[in-house]
């Protein structure tokens, strides 16, 4: 396949999964993907990841865990690739598998649930759509900290469920994809610093903070693009500025680009002390001038922003199709 219709089928998954999302009549029948990889992920947990063992033993493991992760997404990928060149209007069939794998509808309507349950149902319907998309107490929520989660969820996972998976696809087409999913969703189950998953998800965290390192650069700059549409040249810059200023004060070598970037676009303080697991977390303000009572209506905007940059980064990779 010629490096157009690599794009040219990068930008029909993009529509594809615009249109369809995540249909859940289908994956009602099949297992999803990445649900697949996930029950792989806790068979790994459960067989090898022992409370009895040493830190060494369990960073061990958890590295032979990922290797073997890795290697079978990286061959499902090779297999997948030759099965769909094998096929006539291969680019297709290529940009479904794509398609199945971005997240960039599906993000939408689980953030917009989110202002809807705060608009017609209340908080309490609003921390259960919140809790679906955060791993944060949702209990501890107040009004704007519910708002807050939500617009954080759809900065980081705008560069974790769709810009990242396009940058490795492009990089190394259906085997790049399939590696970066299984350890993206590898890092979201044993990636966290419990006492359990500090030491065996030590590599899958540190592998993901690499292969999203391009991604959440890349998405921050969409942001500030999608923001100057959405509210002017003002809010791009004060979204460049916040990022210069607080990308490096998250937690996440690579949340806080996208993160930083929607905080100055709104005007809005993100991060910030939470609790995870009924634990505290002091983690500093990104944007602590920013306006910190937020609204369903903060997360309507972010939404704009989210939908400005989207089309952004479509109309450019239907250039790149045009360039090359």
Known sequence: MSVSFHFITLLVALLLDAIMGDPDWLWRKLPHPVVVMGKLIDWLDQGFNKSTQSRNERQKKGLLALLFLVSLAAFTGVVLQWLVNSLAFTWVFEAIVVAIFLSA????????????SLETSGLPQARIAVSQI????????????????????????????????????????LPGLMVYKAVNTADSMIGHKTGRHRDFGRAAARLDDFLNLPASRLTALLCVLGAGVHNGAASSLRAVSVIRRDAGKHRSPNAGWPEAAMAGALNIALSGPRSYHGKPSNDEWVNEAGRRHLTQGDIRAGLSIYTASLLIFAGLVGVLAIVF
Do not use: Q, T
């Not at 705008?158 to 810009?163: L, Q, R, T």
């Open 105 to 116: 509808r599906s993000l939408y309507d689980h953030v917009a649930r989110v202002a809807g």
């Open 134 to 173: 955060v791993g944060r107490d949702p209990k501890m929520l107040d009004r704007s900290g519910v708002c807050r989660a939500a617009i954080e969820s759809l900065a980081e996972n705008f560069s974790d469920g769709v810009v990242a998976p396009v940058v490795w696809y492009l990089v190394a087409g």
